[in-house]
């Protein structure tokens, strides 16, 4: 304590012995050693408890040698000497600098260790670098840690193939080193693959993945240069050389190895390939792109037992720069309202009486011209842009509705498309709301259609969305009824107005018997339950009587009318409506001249 007290030089001295001594025993933890050289004397000291850590003679070699680094790299593994240059070039250095390194020394006749280095450049009193003190650690048992850390880390657990994100750096880093050379990725699945889980149980499922690694691994091997990854459960991708009989080769080897498994089941499995141009080389194309692509191809074939292999070809680089394009242009396009609402009659089949309509969205695109819905709303839904084009769609049709009603034209109500990304907006209710009475547009006159989910998980969103619509007295239709897999249960579960029955959901054989029961089942269903119907995708005669024939009185077709222009839709409302008798005493008349 009394030392403590002390003030002034003693205690002074003591700190200073302190912090030697902290350091030294620093430097031993870290299994570190310094060496300091003045850059003004050219003289060296090296800790002598390098030697702890080296076994060559360092102190020699210093000696003789006049410039640092160069002595240095004798003692260096050639491949870190280019890293070594630069962190020894003292030429450039200011008082105060710092760097840090790392290289694989020479710590005994023929054995390297990694060693961190730390530099730091100390000024004299003329402000001028004097000093130089390099901290050197041995690093090696640090290094294989995380060496083994990363092995373990880049391999799929399962198959010991390495994983994804392994597959995209060894990939990159071959066709970096192979500049001029074009590969193929070929991704492939078991098709049905969960059904073997089902049925033998996830072990059996477990060692069939197993297996397919290994004869992976050895086809690969075989092949030499390619990699090849588990991206994740039963999918599997390659890159190798764009040489056709290699890629016939492995596949087939694949498939007829998991072929000959000792398995109860048809397990075959589906291909596709893209292979590489010399543009992707040039635009440094991201692996991951091209992986997609071998993947696009892939699902066009999963299932189809006729063809097992696709190629990504023009076509599906020409859905991609469209695809690329919609994106891109989107935003501008709402702002320039190039979208346009058309409209499809809804008609009574017996009297053709037009009894409403549905808003349907088109793209009048300035230079592709006239796209369809089906073209873009799919990549609007995956990118949430559908929810401002539904907004607009609907914005419209209400401005029409009033328009119409201000002119004096008759109106029936017109139907808007409500996209299931839509209903995770917890503002759609209040923003239908605000939009219908901004135009003052009575609630009878527009209705929503929902599409049922596929996804039991989305019902619970979908009636809350119905009974709110309800609520507020707009009429819901539920869309394409019989698309999904729990028509029936979404019926119990969610309270719609309308079943919009779409026939292209259900077989289309003209005579086919098992399609009209279908059919008049759920009409009968409907009936029961107080639901109105109408029959969407209405194309024939045949179709219009046997509809009438089951009681349904009320369609949406190309039979009576497409989707049309908002002008023409107002001339067809004017015109006077045909009866399918006329309809059809029309066609024959026509047919017979
Ligand atoms: P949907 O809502 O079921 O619309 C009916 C689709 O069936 C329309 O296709 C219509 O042109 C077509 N159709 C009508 N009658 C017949 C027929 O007799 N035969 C055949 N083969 N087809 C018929 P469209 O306009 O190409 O729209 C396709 C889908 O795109 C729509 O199916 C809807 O899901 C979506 N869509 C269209 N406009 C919008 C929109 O404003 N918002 C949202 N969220 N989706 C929209
Ligand atoms: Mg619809
Ligand atoms: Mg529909």
Redesign the pocket.
């Known amino acids: 304590m009394a030392e403590w007290n002390d003030p002034g030089i003693e205690l002074e001295k003591k700190t200073d012995e302190l912090e030697e001594l902290k350091e030294r025993l620093i430097l031993q933890q870290t299994a570190s050693f310094t060496v300091e050289y003045n850059l003004k004397t050219r003289k060296y000291y090296i800790d002598p408890s390098y030697k702890n850590y080296i076994k060559e003679d360092w102190e020699k070699d210093f000696i003789r040698s006049k410039e640092m680094g160069r002595a240095h790299r004798r003692a260096v593994l050639r491949q870190d000497h280019e890293m070594l240059d630069a962190f020894f070039d003292f030429s450039t250095l200011k008082a105060g600098d710092k760097r840090i390194g790392k290289a694989r020394f020479r710590i005994d006749k023929h054995q390297f260790e990694w060693f961190r280095m730390a530099l730091f450049c100390a000024g004299g009193a003329d402000g001028e670098p004097e000093r130089v003190v390099i901290t050197f650690s041995n690093v090696q048992r640090e290094i294989e840690a995380m060496e083994k850390v990363e092995f373990l880390l880049s391999q799929d657990p399962l198959t010991h193939l390495p994983n994804r994100s392994i597959f995209i750096k060894k990939t990159q880093r071959m066709l970096k080193e192979n500049p001029k050379k074009l590969y193929a990725f070929v991704q492939m699945d078991v098709d049905k693959f969960h059904m073997v889980n089902q049925f033998f149980g996830a072990k059996e499922g477990d060692n069939i993945l197993r297996y397919l690694g290994v004869k992976i691994q050895e086809c690969m091997e075989a092949m030499g240069e390619c990699t090849y990854c588990r991206v994740s459960s039963d999918t599997f991708c390659l890159c190798m050389p764009d040489d056709q009989e290699g890629i016939d080769e492995a596949i087939e080897y694949i498939q007829s190895s998991l072929r000959s498994y000792p398995i109860r089941f048809d397990t075959t499995m589906s291909f596709g390939i893209y292979m590489m141009t010399e543009r992707d080389h040039e635009k440094n194309e991201s692996i991951e792109t091209m992986m997609d692509r071998a993947r696009a191809a892939q699902r066009t074939v999963k299932g189809n037992y006729m063809k097992r292999v696709a190629v990504y070809n023009e076509e599906f680089m020409r859905q991609e720069e469209m695809e690329q394009m919609i994106v891109s242009e989107m935003k501008q396009a709402l702002r320039e309202e190039q979208f346009k ?2 409209l ?1 009659p809804k008609c009574d089949m017996e009297t053709g009486r037009i009894i409403g309509s ?5 793209w009048h695109h300035p230079k592709h011209g006239m796209i ?3 073209k873009f ?1 799919p990549i609007f ?1 995956r990118n949430g842009f ?1 929810s401002e ?2 907004y607009y ?1 609907m914005e419209n049709t209400c401005r029409t509705i009033r328009r119409w009603l201000d002119e004096g034209f008759p109106v029936e109500p017109v139907s ?4 299931r990304m ?1 209903m995770y907006n917890p503002r759609l209710m209040e923003n239908i709301k605000d939009c219908v009475s901004k135009y003052n547009v009575p609630h009878e006159l527009i209705e929503f ?1 929902l ?1 049922e989910s596929a996804f039991v998980f989305d019902n619970a969103q979908l009636t809350n969305l119905a009974e709110r619509l309800q609520e507020n007295h707009f009429s819901v239709l539920m ?2 009824f019989g698309s999904g897999y729990s028509s029936l249960n979404s019926l119990r579960e969610i309270s719609v107005d309308i079943l ?1 029955i ?3 959901f259900l077989p289309q054989k003209r005579e086919d018997t098992r399609a009209n029961v279908i059919l008049s089942c759920i009409i009968d269903m409907a009936n029961k339950l107080g639901l109105e119907v109408i029959v ?4 024939n005669i045949s179709q219009v009587k046997f509809l009438l024939s089951i009681g349904c009185k009320n369609a ?4 009576f009318h ?2 049309m222009s908002i002008d023409e839709f107002e001339k067809c409302m004017k015109a006077e409506p045909v009866p399918i008798s006329m309809r059809e005493r029309y066609r024959a008349f026509r047919k017979q001249r």
Do not use: C, H, W
């Not at 549905?358 to 088109?362: G, K, N």
């Not at 808007?416 to 996209?419: G, Q, R, Y």
């Not at 949406?556 to 039979?559: A, H, K, V």
């Open positions: 609402v058309y499809q549905e808003a349907l969205v088109r369809s819905p089906g709303v839904e559908i084009v539904d769609v808007v498309n409500v996209s839509d259609e599409t869309d394409d919009k779409d026939l292209k969407e995708g209405v194309e949406q077709g190309f039979y497409r989707p």
